[in-house]
């Protein structure tokens, strides 16, 4: 039986202890792994042939509802209001509006006409009931399946203060003509029986409400990153058929289909471009701000735009399995893990309510025995309940999560999941490989050596003529360094030697050095050819002859990105010993990493090498990053401590690394472990200050030194402040940006 994942939309959870208990209850299940993640309201479940209908039934039984998502609609509206949130603000506004004139009344003396306790009471009555509804709600639901969560903090704090003013106002004094009361910061231990908590249940009630809000509104800008990414791509595409074009939904494209892509119009899928020259703009997927040229045989991505010339593109990947897709999926997976400090504040989180009840009895029980008035030993206990609710542990680690995640999804960095966060502040030493992630992955020239009498220009000019009709990428490097070339005829090549053919009237061969010598009886003067020699070793040599006279020879190589040595740089600023990986020569490898910076070279290494060279840093004590884009990276990318993969590398890489750079540009890599750990940082602060506040709040709730409509203010705020400092990652910048 196969192992396989499970999605599923949870509905009912109001709390971090709601997805805790969920998820509890899901990991009961036999071979059964389930996280429950309460800020995208979403759980996964992993196991064995698993029944989605036998998963919902548990969450129902549980008491909540949960739903398979839908598929995914190939276009993607507009995001819309979400329901919930707007029932919300309109319970808050309207508890907000009813509970206003109730606090001010309670805290003004000079305010007090006669009989206002009615007023305040008919006022409060309905915020109690309705605006506390979702909390009572949910703890009911709580209670029928014998748990308690932080909303049975808050309905037993709010129940509380108005039952004991209904109690106040109809069998004590309360309720007489002419009854004053004021508002103080702190517990009164001389209180009077005449005391109402009218303001207390109010403003409670509109505090939470409003910090529930808030942080329904942060989840929603939280999950915009990703929604703007599902709606970037096209909606309709213009499709070649026998040569005429027609205008269809992007949805109807399959694979293999024909389309033409027009300036300012974005690439409908992923495919290839068989027409036209242009440049694309792929900067709302890759953070890269610089067109990028593309040419028949270039390969293309959905939902970028055409700025140049009209292209015409073979479709090779349509729907769910287009770079666009596979993005929005990296993100939702991110969002919806966990981090294994958020699975710590979970665990305390499960345990800390029935904590917290059984600490506001002993501060009830506790100032009674010590001989406080009922009125000091009912605030204590009101306000320990209320302080004590650990919303904030909830929201700690999913709010930084979300944010963090979305924002890399803008600048193109998808970081497949929570756990990787931790990896990166782990990490000391990063390996590169070479080819495609140092270096472009593309030949290209890099000396030209004409014999003597010879000019540069002429050389490549005769070169570049007999190259153009090879598709040898050493061919194509020297055709595209030419300005330009005259025609060739009788053209002929021969593989793995050269190509020869006739150019303005006269025979012209291009190839190997041994070739020419051999077959040609054509070669250099003995001090050019040990100059060639040292040159073979770090480039493929090309020599060129005209009419049986040597006219030169043309270096080739893959070159070095243009930002490769600064990113090795901040790679050392960032606290990484960079390692240079590679299966090419020692010479060539020697050069590249000299030209970036890199005192570590580990050259001719073959794919099986790169894994035991990963393994041997992790075995000397080092935590490894591996940086690679091809299917001979895979299996390093696997074994090392985190794997980053360049978007523009091969789906086998990708798949086996933790994140992906969808640029190609190693400067974004830094960028990458940057956003990463400042997330990690951002969590791990949240999580401080959630933990701090319980710690030093609750001993000055049960001493009776606290107002509750205090305490559930500051209650409230702790979750703002989670959900504020979490915002900020919004505001990360990318330095590969600013060059």
């Known amino acids: 039986m196969s192992t396989v994942d499970v999605e599923l939309d949870i509905t009912g959870m109001t709390c971090a202890s709601c997805a805790t208990r969920i998820e509890r209850k899901l990991n009961k299940l036999p071979g059964v792994e389930a996280s429950v993640n309460y800020a995208t309201e979403k759980a996964r479940v992993r196991g064995d042939g698993l029944d989605p209908a036998d998963l919902i039934a548990v969450v129902e039984a549980a008491g909540y509802a949960a739903a398979v998502p839908a598929a995914a609609a190939p276009e993607v509206a ?15 506004l309207i508890s907000a509006a009813l509970a206003l004139p109730v606090a001010v009344l309670s805290m003004v003396p000079a305010l007090q006409f006669e009989n206002w306790q009615w007023l305040a009471l008919t006022l409060t009555a309905p915020v109690a009931v309705w605006g506390a509804w979702p909390f009572h709600r949910a703890a009911a639901v709580n209670a029928r399946h014998g748990a308690v969560t932080m909303d049975t903090l808050i309905s037993l704090g709010v129940i509380a203060s108005f039952g004991w003013s209904l109690y ?34 109010a403003l409670v009630t509109v505090f939470l409400l409003a910090g529930r809000y808030a942080e329904a509104r942060a989840r929603t800008a939280s999950a915009s990153a990703l929604k703007a990414l599902l709606n970037l791509g096209a909606t309709s595409a213009t499709k070649l058929v026998d040569g005429r ?27 290839l471009v068989v027409e036209g020259t242009s440049a694309v703009d792929a900067s709302m997927l890759t953070g890269e701000s610089v067109p990028v040229e593309v040419a028949p045989g270039s390969r293309v991505v959905g939902a970028t735009i055409n700025v140049g010339g009209r292209l015409v593109v073979d479709v090779t990947r349509v729907g769910a399995d287009t770079e666009l897709a596979r993005m929005g999926r990296l993100v939702e997976e991110a969002q919806a893990g966990k981090a294994e400090v958020q699975r710590l504040a979970d665990r305390v989180s499960a345990i800390f309510v029935p904590v917290v009840i059984l600490l506001a009895v002993a501060a009830f029980a506790g100032w009674l025995v010590a001989g406080g008035s009922l009125e000091l030993a009912f605030t204590a206990a009101v306000a320990t309940l209320i302080i004590a609710c650990p ?101 002929a090549a021969h593989a793995g030697l050269g190509v020869q053919g006739v150019v303005d009237g006269s025979a012209v061969v291009a ?82 990493a000299a030209e970036v910076g890199i005192d570590d070279v580990r050259a001719e290494v073959t794919p099986a090498q790169k894994l035991e060279v990963v393994r041997s840093l992790q075995t000397d004590g080092r935590v490894v990053a591996m940086v690679g884009d091809g299917v001979n990276d895979a299996a390093a990318l696997t074994a090392a401590d985190l794997g980053i993969a360049m978007g523009g590398g091969t789906d086998a890489a990708i798949a086996a690394s933790d994140v992906t750079v969808v640029s190609g540009d190693l400067l974004v890599v830094a960028d990458a472990v940057r956003l990463a750990r400042r997330t990690l940082g951002t969590i791990k602060g949240n999580l401080f200050w959630a933990f701090a506040y319980n710690v030093a709040a609750i001993p000055v709730a049960m001493a009776g030194l606290l107002n509750p409509v205090v305490a559930a203010a500051a209650m409230a705020l702790s979750s703002v402040f989670v959900v504020t400092n979490s915002l900020r990652l919004r505001r990360f910048r990318a330095e590969s940006a600013a060059r």
């Open 78 to 92: 507009e995001s819309e209001a979400d329901p919930e949130t707007d029932a919300l603000r309109r319970r808050l």
């Open 168 to 201: 106040a106002l109809f069998f004590g004094g309360a309720g007489m003509p002419g009854m004053r009361m004021s508002f103080t910061l702190f517990g009164a231990p001389t209180a009077g029986a005449h005391e109402i908590y009218l303001e207390v249940a």
């Open 245 to 271: 074009e027609h205008a269809v939904p992007v949805a109807s494209l399959v694979v293999g289909d024909v389309v033409v892509v027009r300036p300012g119009e974005k690439i409908p899928s992923d495919g």
């Open 391 to 491: 919303c904030a542990l909830g929201l700690a680690t999913p709010t930084a999560l979300l944010v963090g995640t979305g924002r890399g999804s803008q600048l193109g960095i998808l970081i497949r999941g929570p756990q990787v966060l931790e990896q990166t502040r782990r990490v000391d030493t990063i390996v590169l490989d070479k080819t495609g992630t140092v270096t472009t992955g593309r030949m290209a020239v890099t000396d030209v050596l004409p014999a003597e009498d010879v000019d540069r220009a002429e050389l490549l000019a005769v070169a570049a003529a007999v190259e153009g009709g090879s598709e040898h990428p050493v061919g194509r490097a020297i055709a595209a360094a030419a300005d330009a070339a005259p025609a060739v005829e009788s053209f």
């Open 511 to 592: 190839g190997r050095l041994s070739w020419l010598r051999d077959q040609w009886s054509v070669g250099p003067s003995a001090s050019a050819l040990s100059s060639l020699d040292a040159l073979a070793e770090r480039a493929t040599i090309v020599a060129v002859a005209r009419d049986g006279q040597y006219l030169g020879a043309i270096a080739v190589a893959d070159t070095v990105k243009s930002t490769s040595a600064e990113a090795v740089a901040r790679f050392r600023r960032l606290g990484l010993r960079p390692v240079l990986l590679t299966g090419d020569n020692a010479a060539t490898a020697a050069r590249v």
